[in-house]
């Protein structure tokens, strides 16, 4: 498709499992960021790639979280030891745009992790 | 945290015009102010950007106010499928993460 493609759309963790969610951005977008949105809130930013280099991580709330982008283009966020306040849906977007392009961002469906 | 500052909610007529407010009192010189759309279980949709001319597209008109400190996005002709939390969000370009606030959740009532 020619779209963001995230898998899986749905996973459900027992505490303290490890998940790896992937995202397929559109090919040759250079930008990759990842999302976080609890339930009722927006997105929250999590991490940014531009190709393979991972420019800001700012936003993953502890090194529990681990983001790759090793070619370029398939990216996995990775949590380990799940915790409860982990479960929400986790957004992958791509953009054409490099540093200084202002371009759009494209949105996956997301993958809703659940932690019980 | 967000730069921008949207009412939580709004209702409107389908077929009337949908106008949502944001103001963004101290944006830069430099930072675009995107519009973005989240229907139910699915992932943000761009909608539109501008900097400081009003621009058109085939979903949406964004007015800005000279100031640049609000701006106004227009759905034309609202319909169901509008129903949507809109996100409006200023950014200073396409390699910078975009900081979604709370939105306004738009609903078109038949």
């Known amino acids: 498709g020619a779209g963001v493609s995230q898998s899986p759309r749905y996973k459900v963790a027992k505490r303290g499992q490890d998940v790896a969610l992937r995202c397929d951005p559109i090919?040759?977008?250079?930008?990759l960021f990842w999302y976080q949105q609890a339930l009722g809130q927006g997105p929250e930013f999590l991490t940014y790639f531009q190709n393979e280099a991972q420019l800001d991580k700012s936003g993953l709330p502890s090194d529990r979280f681990f983001a790759e982008r090793p070619e370029g283009s398939v990216s996995t966020l990775k949590i380990q030891r799940t915790q409860q306040e982990d479960s929400a849906v986790y957004l992958c977007a791509s953009s054409l745009g490099a540093l200084g392009v202002n371009t759009e961002a494209f949105f996956g469906q997301g993958t809703r992790l659940t932690v019980v | 945290d967000a730069k921008t500052t949207q009412p939580p909610s709004m209702d409107c007529a389908e077929g009337r015009a949908a106008n949502l407010p944001c103001n963004h009192s101290t944006i830069s010189g430099n930072e675009y102010v995107y519009w973005y759309r989240q229907i139910h279980s699915q992932g943000p949709q761009y909608i539109i950007h501008g900097l400081k001319n009003n621009e058109t597209n085939e979903m949406a008109s964004l007015i800005i106010t000279e100031d640049r400190k609000s701006s106004t996005l227009i759905l034309p002709h609202a319909t169901l499928r509008d129903t949507a939390v809109y996100y409006c969000?200023?950014?200073?370009?396409?390699?910078?993460?975009?900081?979604f606030g709370k939105g306004t959740r738009l609903s078109v009532i038949a």
């Open positions: 090919s040759g977008h250079v930008s």
């Open positions: 969000i200023v950014r200073v370009g396409g390699n910078t993460p975009l900081v």
